[in-house]
């Protein structure tokens, strides 16, 4: 069953706003996950919220997620940047 698109809006009620942001960084914490399991992949999500003083972060266990950070950060900044999209 096909979808319709999702309109790419500032969402006006606050309330319906923070339920949104819930649901889709829910969704993208699930996707980082299935991605990591299926495909073999190491893989880090950091999400940052306007209402939560600390950031969501997958995988859950600190040394994990530091691990994978590490690993970025020692590529050279020519490697990092290869496929990276920006969506602004």
Same mark, same amino acid.
């Given at each position: 069953? !096909?979808?319709?698109? %999702?309109?790419? !809006?500032?969402? %006006?009620? &606050?309330?319906? +706003?923070?339920?949104?942001? #819930?649901? +889709? #960084? #829910?969704?993208?914490?699930?996707? %980082?996950?299935?991605?990591?399991?299926?495909?073999?992949?190491? !893989?880090?999500?950091i999400?940052?919220?306007?209402? &939560?003083?600390?950031? &969501?972060?997958?995988?859950?266990?600190?040394?994990?997620?530091?691990? %994978?950070?590490? +690993?970025?950060?020692?590529?050279?900044?020519?490697?990092?940047?290869?496929?990276?999209?920006?969506?602004?």
């Amino acid at each position: 069953m !096909a979808r319709k698109k %999702v309109k790419l !809006a500032w969402i %006006v009620n &606050d309330s319906a +706003r923070r339920a949104t942001f #819930k649901k +889709r #960084k #829910k969704g993208l914490m699930k996707k %980082v996950s299935e991605l990591s399991t299926l495909c073999g992949v190491e !893989a880090c999500a950091i999400i940052y919220g306007p209402e &939560d003083p600390q950031p &969501d972060v997958w995988p859950s266990t600190p040394s994990e997620a530091h691990r %994978v950070l590490t +690993r970025f950060n020692s590529m050279p900044e020519m490697e990092q940047s290869k496929k990276m999209m920006n969506q602004e």
